[in-house]
């Protein structure tokens, strides 16, 4: 990030901005729905400006929908196999990627309904959230928030990184998860995501953030 050179901006005219990009956004695949990735380990929110985007998204009529990457974690047995502070079970296997081709990105393909299931597990009871489908008219947003999104090769459209310094991020997320930093750094060095997304927005004051525009 040190040869991108980044504006400060607010979080309201950020969601504006992005919104005013996306608005014309057509799909590579001729898909009536575009996919939108808001990248982001927990500690940097993207969720927030997700939803955000969503409201902006709203007041111009058009429709989306904000759908948590958390609400689709494999189960407690399967993620916490080889322990509760397995760094490489964390990185590669608690995300349930096949549920999120099948229940949210498959619908979402050239020729499918529109019908996404917004959530499928809930990580607190470990049990199935039993969410009904939800429709996405042709021409709505999906807008996926998480950590890890760009190294699925999920079909988005358009990707949002929300960059947090290895200071910044050490020093938002909780001590009692601090055991998952090391897969952020795997993730950087692998993925590169601020070099992969779109936009990188980097909030590592939360009151003041800068993007590169």
């Not at 196999?81 to 990105?105: I, S």
């Amino acid at each position: 990030m040190g040869r991108v050179r980044l504006e400060a901006i607010t979080w309201e005219r950020l969601g504006d901005l992005l919104v005013e990009r996306l608005l014309d956004l057509k799909p590579a695949d001729g898909s009536p729905w575009p996919r939108i990735a808001f990248d982001g380990a927990p500690a940097a929110r993207p969720g927030d400006l997700a939803e955000r985007v969503a409201e902006a998204l709203r007041v111009r009529g058009r429709p989306s929908r904000v759908v948590d990457a958390h609400g689709f974690l494999r189960p407690a047995s399967v993620r916490l196999e080889y322990g509760h502070q397995d760094v490489d079970a964390y990185y590669d296997g608690w995300l349930d990627t096949g549920a999120l081709w099948r229940e949210v990105f498959g619908p979402l393909e050239p020729g499918g309904d529109g019908r996404i299931l917004p959530d499928l597990w809930d990580p607190v009871t470990d049990r199935a959230t039993r969410t009904p489908c939800v429709h996405l008219p042709p021409g709505g947003f999906l807008l996926l928030h998480g950590p890890f999104l760009l190294r699925h090769w999920f079909p988005f459209d358009f990707s949002v990184h929300v960059l947090l310094s290895p200071g910044a991020l050490r020093r938002r997320t909780p001590e009692p998860d601090h055991w998952t930093l090391p897969a952020y750094e795997t993730y950087e060095r692998e993925t590169d995501p601020a070099a992969t997304a779109d936009v990188v927005v980097r909030a590592d004051d939360p009151r003041h953030p800068a993007w590169n525009g």
